[in-house]
């Protein structure tokens, strides 16, 4: 398959898009959007499997990536941008995220969203994402990677606010999409001082440029220095890591295949992209890479406590998908890019499947998503629990599952990188990451315990997203909220059909039980020969490393990466029997364990009180600036004029008195100038 | 085509004429129609016939005018003038169909507008100082009337401060125009007599009266500030902009379409015709001033509009913040920023002219147009919300939309100027940084906009709406599409600028 089909990927679901579009005016056609959407995703993948062999044998000569021009973009002057796309390994895996993962999702809910209103809206939206984060992952520039940057965050915007009859669910959007643009703007000026570094802004340009820095030894300006951090703040934004993660929590208010989708697979995960693509810049600044580890394994435990004491579902794994991008993050600040990766690639699987079956679950309990409000589902639900139950191991950690593999790669990472560095820095992140990593199996199984094990149980929720009726006489004017009350409601949870919703999410779990042991090996050598393998002296100091780390450990008997995987093997059985001891076989217990923290538990359920101290420190002030600014418009810019043109009106009015048409009055006048002239003209002469 | 250039000019002042002796309402409409597409027509042939290759001023004809002081009638195209010309016939023929609910004295109203129209060619098209500053003062009268006759309750105040303003900028180009008249007859090549060819009065002759050190190098400075002020206040540029707000919430929604989406466009225009060609050593000199004008239009139009309660005025105010993105873009004198300067200008006269008309599709139903009493209106009418959101974001600057290209080649450019010589560097990221922050600004009002009026609830009064018709959906389509064409394929317009800003931007550029 030649490369140059490349080119379709993003431009396809761009189509299906335009076509959902047409499909949501023409109300009759709407059915018809499903299909459409699913296929041109599931175009892209067949096209990316095609073309991979192109891709990952070319590396043996040097020439690292290939670029496909489609068309020239801007060209004026010294700035040259194309739509041009960059396909080397790492490109490839992400397609096979996006493309896979979107596929299954799309297919899932194209049964879960039947019978809403906004069917077809929802699908052309799906479309346009898909496009946009293609065209993120392709970009051979970094211009283009902001398009698809933003393309991504409007797409989110839309989809948080695809209810948007509802006040919380448009909030949540505008507080999504503005938090991004903060991250955003140090993107922006990251991509301005590299255009005015470099004079350019494609990848390959910059790798060059970059590369010189590295043979010459020349001493990097601090400009230069100044790029990683400002793009940092940009991936921050993009996958929810301190200080800017707060979006994601609410950003749940959106259907929840968009969840799956785009919160918790593809979209989120295009920070650690970014930095992954642009390693060889980020090696420029030797503190910037540090920064980044740190911030992941904090946002990594931060989230993972909070999410200890969260009763709703899709938020706890919200929660979990800040940790779990935590790692990520943690990895690619080591130059563990293959971990940082892999851990991507494993976390869509059995993130995407585990918001689906929490999707499942809602759907069945008329949105319904408080923990304390279900209990013992096994029985109505046995599928969903099962894949359910899948997705939780891989996540915690299992041995064996996903999530051990690609986890374990990291911690053993850094853990390696703090003992051949006697760096204490490193061993404390591997610690706090190892200690994250039983917090995660602890409130996973708890979610789990919860849902499905101990007595039934269980309180129905307001909305009518499986009741095809009730949506399709909700008037326009009623929100999806205040139409389920009005039907009383007495279906009981049911199971979902095995086509089109239980299918895909047989295939995520699968993934998340077995890409770990199936994708180890590929995505080391696939990562190894990308952009964003290490290069030149550090590739060479880390293979002097690798000679010391055999000798180095932590358990007798074993080399340091199986005693690491020992450990987490342990931590996470030890989450999970804790959880099962708490939430399933003695829940009592768990009661009195929160009553006795209880200021700890109210400090986490209310999420550090972070939105709060946000509000009272950045919104409320910037809202009274602008009223300042307008009172000054008003007040000072409006006044001046106002005095401009009062003066020649006082004027006027000053010397209307002697305009009076009195004769005598004039004749004084007339003497005083012909006077005045008379003296002028003599003091002249002199 | 000189001839067909020519004509093109003045086709709109023959409709002007036929409108006023229409027998009906109906006919002066149809009348303003066909003249609006007929000149659209005339412009796409002459785009199509234009030289890209060979860029520079193209179709050009002369005829002496006033002898005595040495004025001639001097029209012609080029690369800087082409873009904005089909620009404003595309958005003419969307005016004249947004105008066709206008019942209140139609045909004087077509007549005016047709009027206005011949003035804003002849300022684009104009290669003769005292020509241009006839056509400059031409598209002033109607505006005054068609604002002040068709305007909302505080038309006659507004009208009238719209008047003074432009009026007061065009005194300051009055006086340069004098000065030109005594200092151009001693130009090397003039012959003894003023200059007043645009172009003879960029040449290097000229440049060595107005050169650093020069003989009249201290009118250079002067010219320069007063030419800058005449189209500051045209663009506009805080702080003189108090003008547009006014002129915005009280004009129709046509004529605010036009006026956001072409009279702005004639100052940064005139800008990058006069002011920076004519004057480049001062230019040079004053960057970090204008540039800072620039920057704090940015940011104040921005927190402006995030305090409005009025929706128009809202609108209004993100122009003032996107024209400084063109004041920016120009002032810090490179390549990038003067391309970005530009594309902005026409990606905002497509955007604004859209946002106008989103908002008067409302007002003309609900008479009012306070964002609190609004919301909903996207699941009333779900076709216009998304064309809405379209032009909403575009405006934001979107990527992929046409408002992205010139924001980032702007801001781009600013950065790219640090390279101008030390002295500055601090002042320079300090900009670029403000300037960048603006952007989040901008997301920040027209969320919060489109969260107020378009999402939640509809309110009950819109009830007895009408629908959208299919006349406006026909418009908006239009806008719609090419707020996404013009992103994506942003190659249209520097195809056809390229040639000409090589040889404008050789004498602008820092050595």
New interface residues.
Partial sequence: MSLQLAKLIPWLPALSAVVC?IC??KRPLRKLAAPVCVLSILAGFVITLGIQSHVTGHHEGGAVGQTVTL?????????HVDMAYYLDPLTIVMLFVVTGIGTLVALYASGYMAGDRGYA?FFAYVSIFIF?MTTLVLADNL?LL??G???VG?CS??LI?FY??K?SA??A??KA??VN??G??GF??G???T??HFGQVTYTDIFNAAALYHAHGVEVPWTVQLIPYLLMLGAFGKSAQIPLYVWLPDAMEGPTPVSALIHAATMVTAGVYMIARLTPLFMLSPGALELVAIVGCVTALFAGTIALCQYDIKRIYAYSTISQLGYMFLGVGVLCTSGAVFHLFTHAFFKALLFLTAGSVMHALAGQLDLRKMSGLRRKMPVTCWLMFAGCLALAGFPFTAGFYSKDEILAAVMEKGLTEHSALYITLAVLGLFTAFLTAFYTFRLWFRVFMGPEKYEMGEEHHSDEDSHTTQD??H?STSGGIEVAHHHEPHEMPLFPMNLPLVVLAAGALLAGVLGHRWMAHMIGSSSAAVVSQVAEHGEAATETTHHLTLLPGVDLHTSMMIISSVIAVLGIVLAAYYHWLNRPAADRLASQFKGLVTLLANKYYIDEINDAVIVKP??L???V??AV?QLI??GL?QFV?FVPRALGLSIQPTQQGKLQGYGLGMAAGAAIIALLVVMAMH | MPTLLNLMIFTPLIGALLCLVAPSKQAAKSIALVVSVVTLAMSLVLAAQYDYHAGGVQFESAMMWIKGINVEYRTGMDGLSLPLIVLTTALSVLVVAASWNIEKMTKAFMALYLFLYTGMLGVFLSLDMVLFYVFFEVSLLPMYFLIGIWGGPRKEYAAIKFFLYTLAGSICLLVVMLGLYHITPNAADSGGKPIWNMMTLQSDSVHALFAKGGTYWVFAQWAFWLTLVAFLIKLPAVPFHTWLPDAHVEAPTPISMILAGVLLKMGGYAMMRITWPFFPDSARLFWVCVATLGVIAIIYGALCAMAQSDWKKLVAYSSVSHMGYVTLGLAVLTRTGFDGAYFQMIAHGITSAMMFFMVGVVYERAHHREIDRLGGIWLKWPGYGGWSLLCFFAGMGLPGLCGFIGEIMVLLGTFEAVGHGAGHTTIVYTLGVLAAFGVVLTAGYILWMFQRVYMGLPKPDYDHYEPVNTREYAIMTVLGVLALVFGIVPMIVFHATGVTFNHLFAMLAVQ
């Fill in positions: 579009g949501c005016i068309f020239e973009w801007v060209h004026a002057g010294s700035f809206r946009a211009v902001y398009l940057w933003e393309g409007l915007y839309l606010g948007y009859q006040p448009v909030a959007a505008k999409f503005i643009r903060i955003d703007l922006a000026l991509i301005f001082l255009f005015h326009a004017a929100g910037l809202n600036l602008g009223q600014f307008f418009d810019v409006m004029v043109g």
